[in-house]
């Protein structure tokens, strides 16, 4: 029987800027991708992103429907878009330190008690976030 491989497989050197990854809990080959502007890793068994410390050119990310908790090794990527429904996610507190984010999806996360308390933590863009009684609202 075939078994199918990502371009990444087959040699790093055909990795566009974009990434699609199915079915393989371990990222641990995505910080040599370093030109990677968008990368959706959805529906795996992750728990954790601290692979994309050195991605400085992420601007969509998808990583919903994982097991991830913690997502502060994003922080300061220039992130367009970033989806995190369906995670563990409970602070949301880094999400102020994304600049240029324009759309947020976080559907279905336990939101814990350290959410973004004061306006000035919250995102801003086309209605993503608007400041509500010192609370980001979504």
Known sequence: FFKQKTAYEIHERLVGSEMCIRDRPDISFVPTLVNLTSLKVSSNKI???TELTGLNS????QIHENAILDISPIAG???EELNISNTLVEDLTIVGQLPTLNL???TNIPLGNTVAKTPANCPTGDGVVKPVNDFCSL
């Not at 992420?58 to 990310?61: C, K, N, R």
């Open 104 to 106: 947020l999806r976080l």
């Open 77 to 79: 990527k220039p992130l």
């Open 47 to 49: 728990t954790t992103v």
């Open 58 to 61: 992420l601007t969509h990310l």
